[in-house]
């Protein structure tokens, strides 16, 4: 399959990234039951595994989004840019980043500093995918979906250069 200027091929099914979502929600809520939590969208890629994940969380939680990027073509420039901060009203609050992916990290090292600048009370990390091999950064990953060798992917939130997020199987780069 042709996306942009690169080739593609099938890597996970829609089913098994269903099932993975359903069990991070089931974790969360585990865990917050009590609370009322607020689930802060990192924008784009994080989009669709957002409304996925609330839509099978059963408790009380709100909704907020930052948005960040780093990424042209299939590599991390290393340099963050933020063009949406998080809310003031997240100062005091419990808060939960959805990430679609954990890749270098770096994304997420920034996020985590930004939330303890702004007062932001405890912060949670929900990913729906990681790549262990890559991932060398000290922050705790507290729920993560599901774990993916160093290849990258597109689909369900994740892109190739804005495209591709609209699928929900992911489809790995032909090397
Ligand atoms: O762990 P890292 O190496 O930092 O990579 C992870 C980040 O990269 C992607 O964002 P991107 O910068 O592509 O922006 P997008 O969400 O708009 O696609 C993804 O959505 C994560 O936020
Ligand atoms: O493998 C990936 N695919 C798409 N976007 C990404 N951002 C970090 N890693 C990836």
Redesign the pocket.
Known sequence: MKIGDRYFEPFIEASEIQFAIQQLAEQIYADYSDQCPVFVG?????ILFLADLLKHYKGDCELSFIK????EGTN?TNHITESLAFDDSLQGRSIILV??????????VYLKEAAKKKNIHHVKIATLFLKPEVYQKAVKLDYVGIRIPNKFIVGCG??YDGLGRNSSEVFVLKE
């Not at 960040?68 to 990424?71: A, L, N, Q, T, W």
């Not at 990430?99 to 997420?108: A, C, F, L, M, S």
């Open positions: 990192v924008l784009n890629g994080s960040v990027k780093s990424y991390s990430e679609d992916i954990v890749d270098t990290g770096n994304t997420i994740l892109d």
